[in-house]
């Protein structure tokens, strides 16, 4: 299955997120912020297919990781998360790197469809 970094500095959302994702049998990291997740994309041995990530976090938000993670990692699908309706103003010019944005409240049932969807996506791209 896949490979899924999880970047939330809501401790609950985070835990939440990374449950539902594992539901559906899929290796989850966590990271408090997007300096952590970056991090961890860059020191991992590893690749991680999704990047899933809240937009409002503290030292580096989720735009900021976005943009170097689809820099460094253009094969990430990434998924971003935010409860602003200004924040995904922001992300809105991040079509190109950025498969979609989920709005929060979602329900467990919605983020592993969105997962899903992001996952079917990365297939598509590697079998062209």
């Known amino acids: 299955m896949a490979r899924v970094l999880i970047a939330d500095d809501e401790d609950s959302m985070r835990s939440l997120v990374a449950r539902a994702v594992a539901m559906d049998s899929h290796e989850t990291v966590t990271a408090a912020d997007g300096a952590e997740a970056l991090d961890i994309l ?6 991680f297919d999704l990047l899933l990530t809240d937009i409002k976090m503290p030292i580096m938000d989720g735009i900021a990781l976005a943009l170097a993670a689809a820099r460094d990692f253009p094969d990430l ?7 602003f309706a200004d924040q995904r103003e922001r992300a809105s010019g991040l079509d ?17 469809t969105a997962v899903a969807d992001a996952l079917a996506e990365r297939r598509s791209r590697n079998d062209q």
Request: glycine share 6%; proline share 3%; hydrophobic share 50%.
């Open 77 to 83: 699908v990434i998924l971003l998360m935010t409860g």
């Open 96 to 112: 190109a790197i950025v498969h979609d944005v989920i709005t929060k409240p979602f329900s467990v049932a919605d983020i592993r």
């Open 42 to 47: 860059t020191g991992d041995a590893r690749t």
